[in-house]
């Protein structure tokens, strides 16, 4: 259950790391309402374990399995991204300073 909350942490730091770059918005909204997502599968887990809701349990299991596979795209998608975006930047700081 803690990487419920670790992938949500994760989620809410590359939304924040992309939401300054243009055209990167949308995947930045989508990492935080992902995060969100996560962060009320922690709470569910938590209200279904207290009642001891084993079907509801595995249902909720089912349902956080399947948004694991979009935290492992939504990684690769930002990883991407800010790679590129690194990229030009210091690119473009080597042009400048050649250029000087």
Known sequence: MKDL?????KARIESLKLSSIPYASELS???????????????DVQEKMGQKDEKGLKSLLGEIAEANVFTAQAQAGSSGI?????????????FVLNSS
């Open 82 to 94: 800010m790679g590129c975006v690194q990229g030009f930047r210091f690119s473009s700081i080597a």
């Open 29 to 43: 909204s989508k990492l935080l309402d992902h995060a969100k997502k996560l962060e009320q599968f922690y709470k």
């Open 5 to 9: 909350l670790a992938d949500a942490a």
